[in-house]
Nanobody, 118 residues
Framework: QVQLVESGGGLVQPGGSLRLSCAAFGRIFGTYVMGWYRQAPGKQRELVAQITSGGGTNYADSVRGRFIISKDNAMNTVYLQMNRLNPEDTAVYYC????????????WGQGTQVSVSP
């Protein structure tokens, strides 16, 4: 399986921006979906954005138009550019790999904290 390591979290003021990175250690090939999820205190983990092996993207309504997910295949890295951040975006952000073919498995990163506060 592939190990995922997130980075880029931190404290930012409302209206600010952050870019999260998810580095994948191991070979990723075939059909897969990589995504960013987040979990705020007392809430369930929720999907933020996804990108498929073919480059298709999907966003939660709450972040569409503010966040951009992208990937660098050569670097085995997925990014989440977060703009116009607000306090409701405060959460631990997790990277996820859902490998579907030919190998089937799911991997999670350890998470990175994003805090939005004046």
């Amino acid at each position: 399986q592939v190990q995922l390591v997130e980075s880029g979290g931190g404290l930012v003021q409302p209206g600010g921006s952050l870019r999260l990175s998810c580095a994948a250690f191991g070979r990723i090939f075939g059909t897969y979906v990589m995504g960013w999820y987040r979990q705020a205190p007392g809430k369930q983990r929720e999907l933020v954005a996804q990108i498929t092996s073919g480059g298709g993207t999907n966003y939660a309504d709450s972040v569409r138009g503010r966040f951009i997910i992208s990937k660098d295949n050569a670097m085995n890295t997925v990014y989440l550019q977060m703009n116009r951040l607000n306090p409701e975006d405060t959460a631990v952000y997790y990277c996820n790999l859902d490998s579907r073919f030919p190998d089937t498995y799911i991997s999670w990163g350890q998470g990175t904290q994003v805090s939005v506060s004046p």
